[in-house]
């Protein structure tokens, strides 16, 4: 096949995959609805194209829709996901609550260096593993994907420059151990209060709602300003020579700018983008992947393992230590791993009121996670 028809091979399943995600996950039917509790329609956007090249022996892992993805989609994405956190939001957390929430990304973020270093002192095989052979190019992304969501993940993934196989199978574990810990997660905050009670700590909190935007203003106009900015300011970007990680970092702190300078925003629509181009992100990435090679040394998934209780198990003490409500230690635990889905899903297990402050903690984990994956990448690198 030639180059163009490679590409126009390559967009029609990637556009077939978006669209199949797109409706896949509004269906409402309760077997397909517990096929997505246990494999997202995410990972069916990486999963397909990659099963239609495997099938096929067609080679997609060089066409042009990898480089306009890191070239505009990606930076798009970065910019719509950080202008979607609003800082007056913030504020109806409190700061015990995001103390808690932050040391669970502190953990996460250098605990994988720190239980490397400790394996590889007990066992030099494991040095070799995980430095030597590159394993803990793997590690990097699942402190995108808990932290930060998909949009980190497939930053850091290119940032770390992990391989596609390896990739995949982190993407498989990090999918069922999430959804185990949002299953735990659900049971622990219903039996919360019990622990408040036993070490003696106020379990009530202060209702503050989510502040909306009440200009005057109609909302085509606010969504022709959201988008028109977006789209001009990547345009002009495009036009600035900088390399992959620059125009990461410039574009976050533009857009957190843009989400609390702005006098009209709507930041429903920006996360509305930003999980569009998501999808459109992980099917792209599809093309690249090959299924031979699809597995994890047992260490590296004992590791991850030991990793996320030692996450939960430092918020567990924090919280206590602060004498804030043990709930947050669930509420902010699935902000970092489960993300603006899943985390008021587990918080109205407990009160339905407090969905929007778990919905912040979940917007300030996507807009921190690729700044604590450069952390990881930085004491890897020092190792």
């Given at each position: 096949?030639?180059?163009?028809?490679?590409?126009?091979?390559?967009?029609?399943?990637?556009?077939?995959?978006?669209?199949?995600?797109?409706?896949?996950?509004?269906?409402?039917?309760?077997?397909?609805?517990?096929?997505?509790?246990?494999?997202?329609?995410?990972?069916?956007?990486?999963?397909?194209?990659?099963?239609?090249?495997?099938?096929?022996?067609?080679?997609?892992?060089?066409?042009?829709?990898?480089?306009?993805?890191?070239?505009?989609?990606?930076?798009?994405?970065?910019?719509?996901?950080?202008?979607?956190?609003?800082?007056?939001?913030?504020?109806?957390?409190?700061?015990?609550?995001?103390?808690?929430?932050?040391?669970?990304?502190?953990?996460?973020?250098?605990?994988?260096?720190?239980?490397?270093?400790?394996?590889?002192?007990?066992?030099?095989?494991?040095?070799?593993?995980?430095?030597?052979?590159?394993?803990?190019?793997?590690?990097?992304?699942?402190?995108?994907?808990?932290?930060?969501?998909?949009?980190?993940?497939?930053?850091?993934?290119?940032?770390?420059?992990?391989?596609?196989?390896?990739?995949?199978?982190?993407?498989?574990?990090?999918?069922?151990?999430?959804?185990?810990?949002?299953?735990?997660?659900?049971?622990?905050?219903?039996?919360?209060?019990?622990?408040?009670?036993?070490?003696?700590?106020?379990?009530?909190?202060?209702?503050?709602?989510?502040?909306?935007?009440?200009?005057?203003?109609?909302?085509?106009?606010?969504?022709?300003?959201?988008?028109?900015?977006?789209?001009?300011?990547?345009?002009?970007?495009?036009?600035?020579?900088?390399?992959?990680?620059?125009?990461?970092?410039?574009?976050?702190?533009?857009?957190?700018?843009?989400?609390?300078?702005?006098?009209?925003?709507?930041?429903?629509?920006?996360?509305?983008?930003?999980?569009?181009?998501?999808?459109?992100?992980?099917?792209?990435?599809?093309?690249?992947?090959?299924?031979?090679?699809?597995?994890?040394?047992?260490?590296?998934?004992?590791?991850?393992?030991?990793?996320?209780?030692?996450?939960?198990?430092?918020?567990?003490?924090t919280a206590r230590l602060l004498k804030t409500n043990i709930a947050w230690v669930a509420i902010g635990s699935m902000a970092n791993l489960g993300g603006?889905?899943?985390?008021?899903?587990?918080?109205?297990?407990?009160?339905?009121?407090?969905?929007?402050?778990?919905?912040?903690?979940?917007?300030?984990?996507?807009?921190?996670?690729?700044?604590?994956?450069?952390?990881?990448?930085?004491?890897?690198?020092?190792?």
């Amino acid at each position: 096949m030639t180059n163009t028809h490679l590409f126009w091979t390559a967009t029609a399943i990637v556009l077939f995959t978006v669209v199949f995600v797109q409706w896949i996950g509004k269906i409402n039917n309760r077997w397909i609805k517990l096929v997505l509790d246990w494999f997202p329609a995410i990972l069916f956007a990486y999963v397909l194209p990659a099963t239609f090249t495997h099938i096929s022996g067609i080679d997609l892992s060089k066409v042009v829709l990898h480089d306009l993805s890191k070239t505009w989609i990606i930076p798009l994405t970065i910019l719509t996901v950080m202008s979607a956190l609003s800082i007056k939001q913030l504020k109806i957390v409190g700061v015990k609550p995001i103390i808690v929430f932050g040391v669970g990304s502190i953990v996460i973020a250098t605990l994988p260096v720190l239980l490397v270093i400790l394996f590889g002192f007990f066992n030099e095989s494991n040095t070799i593993l995980f430095i030597t052979e590159g394993y803990w190019k793997g590690l990097v992304p699942i402190v995108g994907g808990w932290i930060g969501g998909s949009t980190s993940q497939l930053v850091l993934k290119e940032l770390a420059e992990t391989p596609e196989a390896l990739f995949l199978s982190i993407l498989v574990l990090d999918n069922i151990l999430v959804n185990i810990w949002t299953i735990l997660m659900f049971q622990f905050i219903k039996r919360s209060n019990r622990l408040n009670e036993s070490w003696g700590i106020d379990s009530n909190f202060p209702i503050v709602e989510t502040p909306q935007y009440s200009g005057s203003n109609p909302p085509w106009m606010v969504n022709t300003l959201t988008v028109g900015t977006i789209l001009l300011i990547i345009a002009f970007t495009s036009l600035v020579s900088m390399s992959f990680l620059g125009s990461v970092v410039v574009l976050s702190i533009i857009g957190l700018v843009l989400g609390n300078i702005m006098p009209v925003w709507n930041h429903q629509l920006v996360l509305k983008m930003a999980g569009f181009c998501i999808v459109l992100i992980m099917a792209i990435l599809g093309l690249k992947l090959n299924f031979t090679n699809l597995s994890l040394p047992a260490v590296l998934v004992f590791l991850v393992v030991l990793w996320l209780i030692l996450h939960f198990l430092a918020m567990l003490l924090t919280a206590r230590l602060l004498k804030t409500n043990i709930a947050w230690v669930a509420i902010g635990s699935m902000a970092n791993l489960g993300g603006i889905s899943t985390a008021p899903a587990v918080t109205s297990a407990y009160k339905r009121e407090l969905m929007p402050h778990a919905i912040v903690l979940a917007i300030l984990s996507m807009v921190t996670g690729t700044g604590w994956g450069m952390l990881t990448i930085f004491l890897f690198q020092l190792f």
